[in-house]
């Protein structure tokens, strides 16, 4: 759902993830590689000589064939994928190896050859040093990316598309069934103050403001800048096929920070955030439909995944004042 | 209050539990005067049926008083006297607004459960597992409606319990059974099964139009009744082989439409049969022991209908489909839409054209459930229906 996040009304997330952020370094990287790689491979003579290793014949046909095809390996993941960090940490590895092979090669020659082997030396343990940035770097991108959630969800709903609506986008409403909001307070002109109440008693709040509002087909809105737990949601109104009521569909990002803050949230949201959303659905049906939320004995709660996990028994229950 | 609530395999106890309270505005709470064990309270007895806890209120057949009513029903009074359906279900969702009640989709708050099993959740039903709501059942001194405008229906007093408690399930099962056959006058019909439901199915036939109705079961005191009371032609299948009895009484065609008033605990003549799914369902490999539904489908006549109202849970094996297919057999099923009877159904109790309390055979106080269960599930003492007063 990438791309479809940053498409909400035209309205990306405030980099949550620092997305473009460690794409350069990798990309100088799968360059270098391919370069090295060449070279290894097209004119082993000549680098051999160059790196002070051409008296031995191993080294000059084996060896640095075998780093070049090494070198040419994560050139199109270093240069194309969007989470190169597997790709970096290889070539870090690979730098290990070649630092050792010339330690080795250092210890055991002399003269302007040594001193050429030396040169070698420390160019590679600069690469590496790059590599060793670009590689931890990569690692927290993929990290954060991680962390932000994206679920969506879909029901249908036995009433006309304008009447559904007129429902969500009285903001107010989403509470009484999105069970991770507290309450959300309409502050006029498309802006608004929603809390959520966290796992630990932790409580957050953000300003949001209607990023997109088609009367009958579709709401997107997006926090402000500056909100701790970046979000957007987008949710759109089809009439279903045959007039079969009006297909609902949600979008929601969430990308909470690094730290204490963004576990909670991601507690709250637990292993599946689409399942959230579903239920979120569910429930919205059922306030629709039938007026509430419909209760039973072993879920007084109401429809709730995690409420379905730890069902009370199907009888009154006990902590209730006799009737 | 006092209920009978699930122990566990093969047990169930009387407790002492709180009363009920209106939990949504929609909701009655009903003091219950008549509630009977159903056929499918076994399955949910032995076990078969997933997702049941100790401590659950079984039964989902019961009538009584209203005593309480929330704040947005309506339509009922304290003090009316009620059958309540068991299909838990809202009327205002697209599935109730067809009729399918007991598919309502917004009944179920345990729907995810439901789904992961079944692909997509039915509505809920009182008394019969997390997986179908949660709701606690009716073998109790009260119980608590929800959509109390939609479900229940009142009855007049001049009626006893008895001729009126089935409405809640049995009856209407039996009915929709022989309705799904497509009955247009003539038909020739087999029913798997001459407990409660299946009497009332061969008994609804003949209201339908049916010619001729053929009772399969193998006590001999259910087929007495199936013969005496219904007029049905009784079919033992632990002395004959069914598929071979049906085509020699039907002039090799077989019957027109057949029902499986048995579902997900069937026995079998063969020994070695029987010991196949047995064993298999015991192993939880599979959840059924559908020797009735495979017999229905075999014996029915090219062309014909299989109606399926006995109660499955999950998955069966050696499914028949080449019989079915080949042969344009058309299977039409559900857990029965009540709601959708009760009134039709009543009318013609009121006319004297059925008495339905004809399939009860016993009639106990509610602590004594759990020696109804025993005496149900052994068919001791000719048990057919076992009504329990509170």
């Known amino acids: ?323 | 209050m006092k209920a009978n609530c699930w122990q566990g395999r093969d047990s169930v106890a009387i407790e002492e539990v709180p009363e009920p309270r209106i939990m949504n505005a929609r909701d009655a709470i009903v003091r219950i005067t008549s509630t009977a064990i159903c056929g499918s309270d076994l399955h949910l007895f032995h076990g078969y049926i997933p997702t049941v806890k100790k401590g659950d209120i079984l039964g989902h057949e019961f009538m009584g008083e209203v005593v309480e009513v929330g704040p947005e029903v309506h339509n009922l009074r304290v003090g009316d006297r009620v059958v309540v359906p068991f299909p838990i279900a809202c009327g205002s969702c697209a599935a109730c607004q067809s009729g399918l009640y007991s598919l309502c989709e917004n009944s179920n708050p345990n729907a995810g459960i439901a789904e992961k099993l079944l692909g997509h959740s039915p509505g809920g039903i009182f008394g019969y597992s997390h997986m179908l709501g949660g709701y606690a059942g009716g073998q109790a001194e009260y119980a608590r409606v929800p959509f109390a405008d939609v479900g229940p229906i009142t009855v007049p007093d001049d009626l006893p319990d008895e001729k009126v408690l089935l409405l809640s399930d049995v009856f209407p099962t039996g009915y929709m059974g022989a309705e799904l056959c497509g009955i247009t006058g003539g038909e020739v019909i087999a029913v798997w099964g001459a407990g409660a439901v299946g009497l009332l199915a061969m008994r609804s036939a003949y209201l339908l139009g049916a010619e001729r109705v053929i009772a399969i079961d193998r006590f001999p005191y259910r087929l007495r009744l199936a013969r005496e009371r219904v007029g049905a032609e009784p079919l033992n299948y632990e002395e004959t082989d069914v598929v071979e009895a049906l085509r020699d009484m039907t002039g090799g065609r077989g019957p027109d439409a057949c029902i499986d008033a048995v579902g997900m605990e069937g026995h079998h003549s063969s020994a070695l049969l029987d010991a196949y799914d047995r064993t298999k369902q015991s192993v939880r490999l599979e959840t059924e022991r559908p020797h009735a539904l495979r017999e229905a489908i075999m014996s029915c006549r090219n062309g014909g209908t299989v109606s399926v109202i006995g109660a499955y849970g999950g998955f069966m094996d050696k499914f028949p489909i080449g019989s079915l297919m080949n042969r344009s057999i058309t299977l039409r099923t559900g857990q029965c839409h009540v709601q959708r009877y009760t009134r039709l159904l009543l009318d013609r109790i009121r006319r004297g054209e059925i008495d339905p309390s004809f399939v009860i055979s016993h009639r106990l106080r509610l602590e004594d459930a759990p020696v109804g269960f025993e005496m149900f599930r052994q068919k001791q003492d000719d048990c057919t229906k076992v009504v329990l007063k509170p």
């Open chain 1, 1 to 323: 759902m990438g791309a479809d996040v940053t498409a909400m009304g035209g309205a990306p997330l405030d980099s949550p993830a620092g997305e473009p952020r460690g794409r350069f370094l990798p990309r100088a990287l799968g360059v270098l590689s391919l370069g090295l790689g060449a070279a290894a491979l097209g004119t082993p003579g000549l680098v051999s000589r160059v790196i002070g290793v051409d008296d031995s014949a191993l080294a000059r046909t084996v060896l640095l064939r075998a780093v070049g095809v090494r070198e040419l390996v994560p050139v199109a993941g270093l240069l194309a994928s969007g989470t190169p960090a597997g790709w970096v940490w290889g070539r870090v590895a690979g730098d290990t190896m070649d630092l050792v092979a010339l330690a080795v090669a250092w210890r055991d020659r002399r003269g302007e050859r040594r001193r050429r082997v030396g040169n070698a030396l420390a160019a590679v343990a600069g690469i590496t040093a790059l590599d060793l940035l670009a590689a931890v770097l990569a690692s927290r991108a993929a990290t954060s990316r991680r962390r932000a959630f994206r679920a969506s969800a879909t029901v249908t709903v036995n009433r006309p598309a304008d009447e559904v609506y007129r429902f969500w986008r009285d903001l107010e409403n989403l509470p009484r069934f999105m069970y991770h909001l507290e309450s959300v307070r309409a502050d006029g002109d498309g802006r608004s103050h929603w809390t959520v109440r966290a796992p630990g008693g932790r409580r957050v709040e953000w300003d949001a403001e209607i990023v997109d509002d088609n009367l009958s087909e579709l709401i997107s809105w997006r926090s402000v800048k500056g909100a701790r737990v970046p979000n957007a949601g987008r949710v759109r109104f089809a009439r279903a096929a045959g007039g079969r009521g009006t297909e609902v569909r949600v979008d929601l990002v969430y990308a909470p920070p690094a730290g204490a803050l963004g576990r909670a949230v991601a507690k709250l949201f637990g292993e599946e955030p689409g399942q959230q959303v579903r239920d979120d659905l569910r429930r919205f049906k059922q306030v629709i439909e039938t007026g509430e939320v419909v209760r039973s004995d072993g879920s007084p709660e109401g429809l709730a995944t995690r409420q379905q996990l730890r069902q009370r028994p199907a009888r009154p229950a006990a902590d209730r004042a006799p009737r």
